[in-house]
């Protein structure tokens, strides 16, 4: 699986079932950009033995503003 300009790209450990949702979803995020219109979710899975790897892929607008906010959620998490 490749992206669209090559810079990212993920080896599934077997062929991957699709599934997509146009509608996606709405996330409130509670920070000051927020909220977030997670549209077009597309999902491959794919498992292999005791390999099971799962991508969500979702188009949204300004995506570095929601990743920012991500990240800052995640790393008030690393300690619990």
Known sequence: MQSDNGEF???????????????GFYFNGGGPTGPY??????????????T????E???????KTYLNEFTERKEGFENH
């Open 9 to 23: 790209s993920i080896e599934m450990p077997a062929d991957p079932v699709y599934f997509y949702d146009p509608d």
């Open 37 to 50: 219109n997670f549209k077009e979710m597309q999902m491959l899975n794919a498992s292999l033995e005791k």
């Open 57 to 63: 892929i979702y188009s949204m607008l300004n995506p």
């Open 52 to 55: 099971y790897m799962s991508v």
